[in-house]
């Protein structure tokens, strides 16, 4: 019988190596070289190009493993858009997150109109079953967009006043985007940004447990099982900081 080929196939570096990499990148507010320092530290010599290539490369594949890990996303859908600006150009990211603030789905546009929202609606929908409510700001493009998808059209649509602060579900989602953006001084290419928010959002909230609700115990036992669980999915059979 033919063995399967390795995740890691023709990688020069140790699959430990690089999973811990990827995931410092999408998980912590660090650039490729503070990376690339933190691996030196530990007597792995990598340029920030090779990391680079590494979070193109093995970035989407990890992410899709965490968005199937974590648990069924909510009934209820919190939608949002925010301007970000692309080499001097304004772009728009449409985020929906569920009622526990879980990202359900992101997709980086150019405009803000019907046709934009029908298109995200139906992305939202290849990777989350069709929900009871959906919560929006009061931007005309969504009941347009959700009128012309016949899964969505018998649900229950809530409008909120942004400035009511109602809506936070989906507005307090896009600070660690906000974040991230400062942190590499801005987007620049729209494909490259759209893998990278693709990628940001589910790897970060698999480690992003909300420990203010939950007591120390607790918390690091849901943490070792979510380490537990990336090591599964990204194939590294032990913990990383024990291999380098």
Same mark, same amino acid.
């Given at each position: 019988?033919?063995?399967?080929?390795?995740? @890691? =196939?023709?990688? #020069? @570096?140790?699959?430990?190596?690089?999973?811990?990499?990827?995931?410092?990148?999408? $998980?912590?507010?660090?650039?490729?070289?503070?990376?690339?320092?933190?691996?030196?530290?530990?007597?792995?010599?990598?340029?920030?190009?090779?990391? $680079?290539?590494?979070?193109?490369?093995?970035?989407?594949?990890?992410? $899709?493993?965490?968005?199937? *890990?974590?648990?069924?996303?909510?009934?209820?859908?919190?939608?949002?858009?925010?301007? !970000?600006?692309?080499?001097?150009?304004?772009?728009? +990211?449409? #985020?929906?997150?569920?009622?526990?603030?879980?990202?359900?789905?992101?997709?980086?546009? %150019?405009?803000?109109?019907?046709?934009?929202?029908? #298109?995200?609606?139906?992305?939202?929908?290849?990777?989350? +079953?069709?929900?009871?409510?959906?919560?929006?700001?009061?931007? $005309?493009? @969504?009941?347009?967009?959700?009128?012309?998808?016949? *899964?969505? *059209?018998?649900? %229950? =649509?809530?409008?909120? %006043?942004?400035?009511?602060?109602?809506? /936070?579900?989906?507005? /307090?989602? =896009?600070?660690?985007?906000?974040?991230?953006?400062?942190?590499?001084?801005?987007?620049?290419?729209? %494909?490259?940004?759209?893998?990278?928010?693709?990628?940001?959002? +589910?790897?970060?909230?698999?480690? *992003?447990?909300?420990?203010?609700?939950?007591?120390?115990?607790? @918390?690091?036992?849901?943490?070792?099982? #979510?380490?537990?669980?990336?090591?599964?999915?990204?194939? !590294?059979?032990? /913990?990383?900081?024990?291999?380098?």
């Amino acid at each position: 019988m033919k063995s399967s080929r390795s995740l @890691y =196939h023709r990688q #020069r @570096y140790p699959a430990a190596v690089i999973a811990c990499a990827v995931r410092w990148y999408f $998980r912590f507010q660090l650039s490729l070289r503070d990376i690339g320092e933190l691996l030196f530290e530990r007597g792995v010599v990598v340029s920030y190009e090779t990391i $680079r290539r590494w979070c193109d490369k093995f970035g989407a594949g990890f992410a $899709r493993r965490a968005k199937a *890990a974590r648990r069924k996303p909510g009934s209820t859908w919190h939608l949002d858009e925010v301007f !970000v600006t692309l080499r001097g150009e304004p772009w728009v +990211p449409w #985020r929906a997150v569920d009622e526990q603030g879980t990202e359900l789905d992101i997709l980086l546009q %150019k405009r803000r109109d019907r046709a934009a929202a029908k #298109r995200f609606f139906k992305r939202v929908l290849r990777s989350a +079953p069709v929900p009871r409510t959906i919560v929006t700001d009061q931007l $005309r493009s @969504y009941p347009a967009g959700k009128a012309e998808i016949a *899964a969505l *059209a018998g649900v %229950k =649509h809530v409008f909120v %006043k942004a400035a009511a602060r109602v809506n /936070n579900r989906a507005e /307090n989602s =896009h600070q660690p985007t906000r974040e991230r953006e400062r942190r590499m001084r801005g987007f620049r290419d729209p %494909k490259r940004t759209q893998a990278f928010l693709s990628s940001f959002g +589910p790897i970060r909230q698999h480690f *992003a447990i909300g420990r203010h609700l939950l007591r120390t115990s607790a @918390y690091r036992r849901q943490l070792a099982a #979510r380490f537990e669980s990336w090591r599964a999915f990204t194939g !590294v059979a032990q /913990n990383a900081s024990a291999t380098f």
